[in-house]
């Protein structure tokens, strides 16, 4: 990275942290083959680390968690989650500046979504038990050029796209899967199960997308207008996302797979790219945001169970994408696929936080 563009990220992490759409509290690249343990794993797993190439060759990183017992005889459903949000280096309490956590000494697999996968669930008849004991795999994969995967940020562009895809179908294809992918996520990881939507992989079968982006230019502009100052430097927030080292477990143990992308001049590439169109690009028509529209490929999907979550007082995600989230939902033939909403009076949060979204059951 250019030493000019240090006080610039430094400036979009004060003001884009807490407005933009990453995870609110509480919440390299290679051509390596070979997986390796992790520890500590949430209860009932054990975790691996695996690397395969999106479609046009940019290598991701996965951390993969399957039943410590083994998958049943026919194989386990994998749940995938791909997005910007699974780096070692940003997982655990550690060094804290206006709300991205980094801890170079944290050890393990992300725990954003601990609650999902380790959810005790009872239906009254005897049947209990976490994702793990129901025979669920749980893969995170970084999206490129964050975490641990190789390339450049491309804040819902064609390449993450892609990414989604790749993800869906490498999990659909492993000796250990079902073959029936599901994806589960808020934000921007409900952004990429929108994308796999649109790009709609072979194996896969069901979303769960809460409080999701669906078309890029809504999370920024409203009928040619902008909205608040943070969203000017809301890709400042990836560019550091995609500059934040991992850990040193992970550089210890992966040496040849983790190239920062500070040492290769990418992250200048990126921002080039994508700022400009943030800050100024107020015409829907252009093709940076036309490439970031995922509504009109989406809507044809008839082929995967949805179930959507969004709150009307959703600030960050923006409540205007309830209806075209709503639009999708009810846009395929409704004979083909089963389609499931569930929206109310609540701010960014998940569908399963009982205590915001005002009942359980979800």
């Known amino acids: 990275m250019t030493p000019s563009l240090r006080p610039v990220l430094a400036l979009a992490a004060t003001a884009a942290l807490t407005l933009a759409f990453a995870p609110l509290a509480g919440d390299g690249s290679?051509?390596?083959?070979?997986?390796?343990?992790?520890?500590?794993?949430?209860?009932?797993?054990?975790?691996?680390?695996?690397?395969?190439?999106?479609r046009d060759g940019t290598m991701l990183q996965a951390d993969v968690l399957l039943p410590v017992g083994g998958c049943p005889a026919d194989?386990?459903?994998?749940?995938?989650?791909?997005?910007?949000?699974?780096g070692r280096g940003t997982q655990g309490d550690?060094?804290?500046?206006?709300?991205?956590?980094?801890?170079p000494r944290s050890t393990g697999v992300s725990d954003r979504f601990n609650d999902f996968i380790s959810y005790d669930f009872n239906f009254g008849n005897g049947d209990t038990g976490n994702v793990f004991d129901r025979g669920y795999a749980f893969v995170m994969v970084d999206s490129r050029g964050y975490g641990e995967s190789g390339g450049c940020n491309d804040y819902g562009g064609i390449g993450?796209?892609?990414?989604?895809?790749?993800?869906?179908?490498?999990?659909?294809?492993?000796?250990?899967?079902?073959g029936k992918v599901?994806?589960?996520?808020?934000?921007?990881?409900?952004?990429?199960?929108?994308?796999?939507?649109?790009?709609?992989?072979?194996?896969?079968?069901?979303?769960?997308?809460?409080?999701?982006?669906?078309?890029?230019?809504?999370i920024a502009w409203a009928n040619g207008m902008h909205h608040d100052t943070g969203w000017y430097l809301t890709p400042g927030l990836y560019q550091i996302y995609d500059q934040t080292p991992t850990s040193t477990e992970f550089m210890t143990q992966?040496?040849?797979?983790?190239?920062?992308?500070?040492?290769?001049?990418?992250?200048?590439?990126?921002?080039a790219e994508q700022h400009p169109f943030q800050v100024a690009?107020?015409?829907?028509?252009?093709?940076y945001w036309r490439s970031r529209d995922l509504r009109p490929a989406a809507s044809r999907n008839d082929d995967v169970a949805v179930l959507w979550s969004h709150g009307f007082?959703?600030?960050?995600?923006?409540s205007d994408q309830i209806f075209g989230a709503y639009t999708l939902a009810k846009g395929a033939d409704a004979t083909k696929a089963n389609r499931r909403a569930w929206f109310g009076h609540w701010d960014h949060k998940r569908g399963n936080e009982v205590n915001f979204v005002g009942r359980g059951g979800f």
């Not at 550690?94 to 801890?103: A, H, P, R, Y």
């Not at 007082?313 to 923006?318: P, Q, R, S």
């Open 30 to 54: 290679g051509g390596v083959d070979a997986s390796s343990s992790l520890a500590p794993t949430p209860k009932g797993s054990a975790a691996t680390v695996e690397y395969f190439p999106s």
């Open 281 to 287: 690009g107020f015409d829907r028509s252009l093709e």
């Open 182 to 218: 599901g994806m589960w996520g808020k934000s921007y990881d409900g952004w990429t199960q929108v994308m796999a939507m649109a790009e709609n992989p072979p194996h896969l079968e069901a979303v769960v997308v809460q409080s999701p982006i669906i078309d890029g230019f809504g």
């Open 313 to 318: 007082n959703d600030l960050n995600t923006k």
């Open 75 to 86: 194989g386990c459903t994998p749940v995938v989650s791909i997005g910007p949000y699974y």
């Open 94 to 103: 550690g060094i804290s500046f206006t709300g991205l956590e980094w801890n």
């Open 254 to 271: 992966h040496p040849d797979t983790y190239l920062p992308a500070a040492a290769t001049g990418t992250a200048d590439t990126c921002w």
């Open 160 to 178: 993450e796209q892609m990414d989604a895809y790749a993800a869906v179908e490498w999990a659909g294809t492993q000796s250990w899967s079902t």
